[in-house]
């Protein structure tokens, strides 16, 4: 007792102790009981290892947040202002994610970020932001002016170090643990997610490579567009009220020609997790999702059968998809946003360029990353395009609004790029072409302060269309996921089940209605969610 008298004498100790104790307590009133709700979760559904290790998760991260400001407060004026730099970044970013959905930061999320164009954060800029987000840096700033040393003493240098290398450490056997156990404050939370970032990163990705050999040519074309941000409930070939994609509509009615799965499941609300379970097979619910890290993609695959490859991506100009460095081996060709105009004509040039190189022959396998329909979505088309109006002045305001600007991107969007694919459908003889997008959309309905990223099944909801001539039946009463996507191009490859690298979900011309199983997805934090199939 007398020893812990003492040392609640010293004001380091004694102030890292409160305002460690004051920032759980703020962020659980700011952020309606996250941790609360997240050790519910954890005690009632998880096993009693899980269980332990989400424990001890929480008490490094309370430990971290108080030897953070404990070592602040024993550094001189200058380091404390390195101290509070590190704790702004940590708290603005946090939050900011939390107000935009409803969680923090994810390796997935700073692989997002450095991919999206500047024009799209600024456009999204306004989510992000909340007055009361000030509060812990001014209370932090003005702990340090009360209690904080205002001279050297001692060795400064090597006690911000050791912050340092604690850092280092908590992140780094955090990458070895299950990242849905773990949660901890802004602070903690955000240096494991950084460190873990950068981690996975320096960490080589040893895909497993692909033996099998066609003995002849390919015969066909096989192109795979994965949109962004397209809800499959908001296409009115899926019979959406307002005519969203006339071109589509009509296509359908053309027989042996149009297959339509509806509304489909996204592998994930996040488009970097979400892409990389597309070009992986790697199956929420049954694989662990760092399978995606050593699974061959379809680019391994096509190229080992004989296919010319080419990327296609409207958005950014560097690998952002579950790809990296190390894949542009397998890519033939790759067309970055740049050289496809990167602005909202992006995707038709790049339909205009696809069936540039389909016309040219066969045994082209093309993958495009579509620009899509990103908020603001009345940045996704000219003004002239809109049809639907009026355009909210504020969204999560007039959430009864949001759908008029998110249509009217679609309509233009989505209907004229496949205008434009399909204005000539004699390519089709020798092309089959697969579409779906990473991720729906929230369009702030129930409440919701977030565009995606999170856990609603409106963010799951993407389309599942096939578009060919002389394909082998399927049925479209199966209820179909992004995990289709993989086996079904294999089975377009005709690579034999025998030679493919894992048990892969079912392909979508064996899939069948009586197939019936749970359908799961992830969120940004990487977390699975059971779909509610009605």
């Known amino acids: 007792m007398l020893n812990f008298k003492k040392a609640l004498s010293n004001r380091a100790f004694a102030g890292g102790l409160f305002f460690a104790a004051f920032l759980y307590i703020l962020e659980e009133w700011l952020f309606h009981s996250p941790q609360g709700n997240f050790f519910k979760i954890v005690m009632v559904f998880r096993p009693a290892d899980e269980v332990r290790v989400a424990v001890l998760s929480a008490l490094g991260s309370f430990v971290f947040t108080f030897l953070f400001v404990s070592a602040a407060l024993n550094s001189s004026r200058v380091f404390q202002a390195i101290y509070s730099i590190l704790f702004a970044v940590s708290c603005l970013v946090q939050y900011g994610f939390w107000r935009a959905v409803q969680r923090f930061m994810s390796p997935a999320d700073l692989q997002i970020a450095a991919a999206t164009p500047f024009d799209t954060w600024k456009g999204a800029g306004a989510l992000y932001f909340d007055w009361r987000f ?181 958005q950014t100009n560097t690998f952002w998809i579950g790809l990296t460095d190390a894949d542009v081996e397998y890519i033939d060709s790759w067309y970055k946003a740049n050289d496809l105009g990167n602005d909202i004509q992006s995707d038709f040039r790049a339909a205009d360029l696809i069936v540039q190189i389909v016309s040219g022959g066969r045994g082209n396998f093309i993958v495009l990353n579509k620009r899509g329909v990103h908020f603001l979505y009345e940045g996704s088309y000219p003004p002239e395009a809109g049809i639907w109006g009026p355009v909210p002045g504020e969204y999560t305001s007039q959430p009864a609004l949001v759908t008029n600007p998110y249509d009217n991107g679609v309509r233009y969007n989505v209907n004229t790029f496949f205008e434009r694919l399909l204005q000539d459908l004699e390519i089709l003889e020798h092309t089959t072409i697969l579409y779906t997008s990473d991720h729906g959309q929230t369009l702030f309905e129930d409440g919701a302060s977030w565009l995606h990223c999170n856990y609603t099944p409106q963010e799951a909801t993407v389309p599942m269309i096939l578009i060919g001539m002389d394909l082998p039946p399927v049925d479209t009463g199966y209820r179909a996921s992004h995990s289709n996507i993989l086996p079904t191009v294999l089975d377009l490859m005709n690579v034999p089940a025998d030679q493919r690298a894992h048990p892969y979900a079912p392909s979508l011309f064996s899939a069948s209605k009586n197939m019936v199983a749970e359908r799961f997805f992830l969120n940004g934090s990487l977390r699975l969610i059971v779909f509610p199939d009605q």
């Open 134 to 314: 000030i509060l812990p840096v001014a209370g932090f700033v003005l702990l340090l002016v009360l209690l904080g040393e205002t001279r050297m003493r001692g060795n400064h240098a090597a006690k911000f170090g050791g912050v340092a290398l604690f850092v280092l450490a908590l992140g780094f056997a955090h990458t070895f643990t299950n990242k849905s156990l773990s949660l901890g404050a802004s602070l903690p939370s955000f240096y494991q997610t950084i460190t873990r970032f950068v981690i996975d990163n320096m960490l080589p990705m040893n895909r497993e490579e692909i033996r099998y050999r066609h003995s002849a040519a390919p015969e066909n074309n096989i192109v795979l567009v994965i949109d962004e941000s397209i809800r499959g409930d908001h296409l009115s070939v899926n019979g959406y009220a307002r005519e969203t994609t006339p071109f589509l509509d009509a296509l359908s009615r053309t027989e042996d020609l149009f297959y339509n799965w509806g509304l489909t499941v996204a592998g994930a609300t996040c488009s970097h997790p979400s892409n990389a379970l597309i070009l992986t097979g790697v199956r929420p619910g049954l694989d662990d999702f760092e399978m995606t890290r050593t699974l061959p993609t379809l680019f391994q695959y096509a190229q080992a059968l004989g296919y010319e490859t080419h990327y296609l991506d409207a």
